[in-house]
């Protein structure tokens, strides 16, 4: 009865004993670099004219499109606008004029 209650505790004190040895060396020897990020296409790499340089300039005029109208989104769904809401959200109604006026410019 006696050896049977020490192998269950050596058991189990190596186990906790494995399980930190395991957490040591995740954290320290075989941690792996992080990834970097994708790297960002640039349009303006391009020339305008080609397609591709199209393509990628109306593409980023989307996403702008997008990001600005979750701001104005935003704004508007405050209760009371404050005079540097309002300011904010006329700068980015006109730069949402301005992406599309270059828009139909093209």
């Known amino acids: 009865m006696y050896r049977k209650t020490i192998s269950k505790r050596l058991l189990f004190f190596g186990m906790v004993l494995l399980m930190l040895l395991s957490a040591a060396l995740a954290f ?3 941690r792996k670099p992080r990834p970097a990020a994708f790297p960002k296409m640039s349009g303006p790499g391009l020339p305008a004219v080609s397609g591709l340089g199209k393509t990628l ?3 980023q005029d989307l996403e702008q499109l997008e990001v600005l109208a979750q701001e104005v989104r935003h704004i508007l769904s405050k209760k009371k ?3 540097a809401d309002s300011v904010l959200l006329k700068c980015r109604l006109h730069q949402i004029d301005s992406i599309y006026k270059r828009a139909t410019a093209r």
């Open 28 to 30: 320290t020897v075989l």
């Open 81 to 83: 606008l404050l005079e």
């Open 57 to 59: 300039s109306v593409y």
